[in-house]
């Protein structure tokens, strides 16, 4: 069974910078895409950003692109999202996901795509 726990959430003011960390357990961690998505109060939850398998082909959702950056570290079994320059909207939930399938040809922004998540660490960005 697959588990995934988040680390490194917490209260920043605009401008600043966060690390997010997940570690993943319970099957072949270097074999799977992973992303992250957020929820914010009263919304629903969104794609952040992805990295394949074998660490190529990172992507990005719009609102992030040039100040986030996701990378994963495959020895180490954990997936990791620099958040810089944060934006009171950047408070939200945010989750590790780990894709269903393995290989994938290409990274997905989909919730369906992803079978396994994490618990969520909470991101707070004060004006």
């Known amino acids: 069974q697959v588990q995934l726990v988040e680390s490194g959430g917490g209260l920043v003011q605009a401008g600043g910078s966060l690390r997010l960390s997940c570690a993943a357990s319970?099957?072949?961690?270097?074999?799977?895409?992973m992303g992250w998505f957020r929820q914010a109060p009263g919304k629903e939850r969104e794609f952040v950003a992805a990295?394949?398998?074998?660490?190529?082909?990172?992507s990005y959702a719009d609102f992030v692109r040039g100040r986030f950056t996701i990378s994963r570290d495959n020895a180490k079994n954990t997936v990791s999202l620099q958040m810089n320059s944060l934006k009171p909207e950047d408070t939200a939930a945010y989750y590790c996901a780990q894709s269903g399938r393995m290989y994938n040809a290409r990274t997905s922004y989909r919730e369906g795509d992803y079978s396994s998540w994490g618990q969520g660490t909470q991101v707070t960005v004060s004006s």
């Open positions: 990295i394949s398998w074998n660490s190529g082909r990172p």
């Open positions: 319970g099957r072949t961690f270097s074999s799977y895409d």
